[in-house]
């Protein structure tokens, strides 16, 4: 069955958040929803129950958002290449549908707003071409054009981030790279007043809210969030956040709202109490691993540069997060005993608490060139890691000891995978260097070559440990003989890029991959056939799982996303 005839793969959630968007974050006007980008998809989610819906149409990243007074309408803009057409998309927002298609600016949409009114929708395209400008517009309906003109500030030179315009049009407030906010008249465009005049706010202003009172909410680059008097713009409250603020939101009545940071991070805060509350977080960089517990469906762990998270499924909420500062991990696995987690880093391999995430041992400098894949016998008593240089490495573990075995040199360029047989007498690995290689673990010899064409990638045993699949940079997916090496079927996995994960059924009866396409495809073993296809990432997906008990895939990206996915057929 084509790829094209194949049904789809429902989208549960999608853990992930482009804090990188100015404004990205909007407070829907029913003061019940959120808005956010994610790649090329717009996620609403209720904030009660956390549900999600998503708004899906763009073919390129989503670079900007703005949704109407009335809340009816939400607009998005993207980001592609310098001389390909940039689209608007207007969406209804109780139907979830599509409206029309504004395609005029090339490159890049870098703003959208909605008239108070609903009824116009603006647009600005193009490269900041850093001059500093500040215009007012005036639109004049009969002759359908707007006319621009320049705001004067006297002496004072800056470099503008952000601006809000207060409910009454008679003024607005603009945010500087300075950290200093300037409040100018829209009648006469003339600066009315600037401060703080003497303690600035460090790392610039980066997102301005003007509250029903008329007291102004800044968020800066350095973190800190604070609540301004704007009669003298004197500090009154402020708190601190994860990452620079890139969006703040809230809604008609002003009693709360919301912090969106560029390290991806979204808070809630009370005006009154002026208390952060982290209510969604993710990884803000690419996504490397994800593994599940042995037998456990609604856990799952991940690991991104710096760190690793574990997950609960259900409720695609975080439950723990190991954070190693300056470190790069590439890899991790879960001991079958769901006691340890065990993680591939530039710099070695560590093991820690799959509870608590407490460090239980590392074994430094474990690999030339760091630990690039890593993988635990089931019976929790060795580690097979692979490293930048192509070695491959058993270690003998135990909590107050851990001894290398042996080293087993054949490969000449990274180890990208690492799959150990049930029965523990057995591994393979996949190299970039285009071989996958075949272990006895218990003699420490090799007992097959695999030469596949280009970089190998990824690696899957079938369950029943005759044969094996493999997929890479050629874009085929490869059934391999374990006894003889000898291969049995190639069929094309993509049209395009690199096949970059890929796992299979605890059964066997079908494998599921992923990559550069930023599809999931779900395959039916025996056929080499694609069943179903999931549509969600942005991003060039770098792994996916499906968990056991076929009740869930869960796939990973470079663009930092998590998408939870309902297993086909499952309840």
């Not at 094209?4 to 829907?28: M, V």
């Not at 309906?141 to 004067?152: D, L």
């Not at 604070?226 to 990452?243: C, E, P």
Request: proline share 2%; glycine share 10%; charged share 20%.
């Amino acid at each position: 069955m084509a790829a094209e005839a194949a049904g789809g793969i429902e989208l549960l959630a999608a853990i992930g958040y482009n804090g990188h968007i100015h404004s990205g974050l909007t407070f829907h006007p029913d003061e019940k929803h959120i808005l956010y980008p994610l790649g090329c998809t717009v996620v609403v989610q209720e904030l009660g129950s956390q549900k999600q819906t998503f708004l899906r149409g763009h073919m390129s990243d989503i670079s900007c958002l703005s949704v109407s007074r009335d809340g009816q309408y939400v607009a998005s803009g993207e980001a592609t290449s310098m001389n390909c057409k940039a689209e608007v998309i207007l969406w209804d927002f109780q139907q979830k549908k599509l409206l029309a298609r504004l395609s005029l600016h090339k490159g890049r949409i870098e703003g959208l707003a909605f008239s108070p009114s609903s009824l116009y929708l603006m647009s600005l395209g193009g490269q900041d071409d850093g001059s500093g400008t500040m215009r007012v517009w005036e639109l004049d309906s009969v002759k359908r054009n707007i006319h621009p003109t320049e705001c004067r500030t006297a002496q004072l030179k800056r470099m503008f981030t952000c601006v809000k315009i207060a409910d009454d049009d008679s003024y607005f407030y603009v945010g500087t790279t300075s950290g200093d906010i300037l409040k100018v008249n829209t009648n006469t465009k003339v600066m009315a007043s600037y401060g703080p005049a003497k303690k600035t706010f460090s790392s610039g202003v980066t997102a301005l809210l003007l509250l029903t009172t008329g007291d102004l909410i800044v968020g800066t680059g350095g973190g800190i969030v604070a609540l301004l008097k704007t009669s003298n713009y004197r500090v009154m409250k402020k708190i601190s956040v994860q990452g620079a603020v890139t969006s703040l939101t809230c809604g008609h009545q002003g009693r709360q709202f919301f912090v969106g940071t560029n390290e991806c991070q979204i808070y809630h805060v009370n005006v009154v109490e002026f208390k952060e509350e982290l209510i969604t977080t993710c990884h803000n960089e690419a996504v490397q691993d994800i593994v599940f517990p042995l037998g456990v469906s609604d856990l799952f762990a991940t690991c991104s540069k710096n760190d690793i998270r574990v997950w609960h499924t259900p409720e695609h909420k975080e439950l723990l997060r190991i954070v190693v500062p300056n470190g790069t991990c590439h890899a991790i696995d879960i001991l079958s005993d769901g006691n340890s987690i065990i993680s591939a880093w530039d710099d070695g391999i560590r093991s820690f608490t799959a509870r608590t995430g407490r460090l239980i041992y590392m074994i430094n400098h474990a690999h030339r060139l760091g630990v690039t894949a890593i993988a635990a016998t089931n019976d929790c008593k060795r580690i097979v890691s692979g490293g930048g240089e192509g070695q491959v490495k058993i270690w003998n573990i135990h909590e107050k000891s851990q001894k290398l075995g042996e080293i087993l040199k054949v490969h000449t360029s990274a180890v990208s995978c690492i799959k150990i047989k049930k029965d523990d007498q057995e591994f393979i690995t996949a190299s970039l260097d285009g071989t996958c290689m075949i272990w006895d673990i218990v003699q420490f010899v090799r007992k097959q070559m695999i030469q596949t064409s280009r970089f190998a990638k990824c690696v899957c045993y079938h369950p029943e440990g005759y044969q094996i699949i493999t997929c890479g940079a050629d874009r085929k997916i490869r059934y391999w003989e374990v006894f003889d090496g000898s291969e049995v079927r190639e069929v094309e996995g993509c049209i395009s890029g690199s096949i970059n994960g890929m796992d299979i059924t605890s059964d066997g009866a079908c494998f599921v991959t992923g990559g550069d396409d930023h599809l999931v495809k779900l395959w039916d073993y025996i056929e080499g056939a694609v069943t179903h296809v999931g549509v969600g990432h942005s991003g060039s997906i770098t792994r996916l799982k499906i968990c056991p008990g076929k009740k869930y895939i869960v796939s990973v990206s470079a663009d930092g996303a998590i998408l939870v996915w309902k297993y086909p057929g499952s309840h």
